[in-house]
């Protein structure tokens, strides 16, 4: 179950310009979300994503309003670039560079979103047993001018 459906793009798009643009095929706006969770999974990946995320078969844990308006930017693009069907493309186009831009904040750790959960990269392993440390170095140059 994804974190957006098509449903949800309603908020963005108005729904007959979605079926305009689409010609009633929902394919082409479940490839959109898909590219847009895609998309915006490159930039986090230091957070939980199957927690933000979800799956196929599970749903998201996490539901973040902020999240959810960054996905369906970035699809209501990916959706328009298909067809202009008397659109402003400016707005949107602003939309996704704002959405992209805030991907790369929250990726450069410039902005701290509240409530995602970090990916846990801890071992399940102890570190070895032993109290020993061992160093080396490369061998002495002696350089005569």
Known sequence: MPIITSSDL???????IITEITRTDTSITDRAINTAIQET??????????????NDTTAPTITDEYLKSIVKDIACWHLLRLSNSGI???AFRTAYQDAISSLKNIMSGQAEPQGWPY??????TPPPDGNSISWNSNPKRNNYY
């Open 119 to 124: 990916l846990d990269t801890s071992t399940s």
């Open 88 to 90: 402003d493309y400016t």
């Open 10 to 16: 309603s908020t963005n798009i108005y729904s007959e």
């Open 41 to 54: 999974k490159m930039y986090l990946g230091r957070y939980d994503l199957l927690q933000l995320f979800g």
